[in-house]
């Protein structure tokens, strides 16, 4: 499984919280309201990243092969909710990080001074939520992972080295009878006809 860097959960602030800025300035130009923020959203942040912290905790126990109520399927499930959690985290963090910029940058007044508070409140929730978030996958990592694939090929097996055959291949060179010497019989000095070549066993292949 690929890694979250933070380098990735600082541009999706950055992002956000440019884009949060623009709406809201835009809003407030053209409509002359912006939307009302809840403290509510800083709740639902600490109560994810309570959710995913006790999670982690359960898969550090099952990596150290401690009792736990996790099972394996869990442990692949904490992983995937951590990794979402330090994005949305981040992403969250900007859109509210937007309002305190637009909060300062506005001339003062009630509804602006509450955007700011309920702002920074939420955005300090959204942070603890992605911060827990690169935490739990980083106990959820398995050691010696990269960063870039998450894993190691293992090494590929060699080829078992080729055994030499002894017996004649089928494509080795044949050789051809060789012939005999004409051999004289004892007294008449009358030389013998030659015999016939003898025939040949039949040629084994080599085994591969």
């Known amino acids: 499984m690929r890694r979250t860097r933070w380098t990735s959960a600082v541009t999706w602030f950055i992002a956000a919280a440019v884009t949060s800025w623009v709406v809201g300035d835009l809003l407030l130009r053209h409509v002359g309201w912006v939307p009302v923020l809840s403290p509510w959203g800083a709740v639902t942040a600490l109560v994810i990243a309570g959710i995913v912290l006790v999670a982690g905790l359960a898969v550090r126990r099952l990596r150290a092969r401690e009792r736990t109520w996790i099972p394996p399927t869990g442990a692949a499930t904490t992983a995937a909710a951590a990794q979402a959690s330090a994005i949305v985290g981040a992403v969250l963090g900007g859109v509210y990080g937007g309002g305190i910029i637009l909060a300062l940058v506005t001339p003062r007044s009630p509804a602006m001074t509450h ?6 409140g939420c955005l300090i929730a959204c ?5 827990v978030g690169f935490v739990v996958e980083q106990w959820c990592s398995i050691s010696g992972d990269g960063d870039d694939d998450g894993s190691r090929s293992p090494p590929r097996p060699r080829p078992p080295p080729r055994r030499s055959c002894s017996l004649p291949c089928r494509h080795s060179p044949q050789r051809g009878p060789r012939p005999r010497r004409p051999s004289s019989s004892g007294g008449d000095g009358a030389a013998s006809t030659p015999r016939a070549p003898r025939r040949f066993r039949r040629r084994e292949r080599c085994p591969r």
């Not at 955007?115 to 920074?120: C, E, K, Q, V």
């Open 115 to 120: 955007l700011a508070w309920t702002s920074t």
């Open 127 to 131: 942070l603890v939520w992605c911060v």
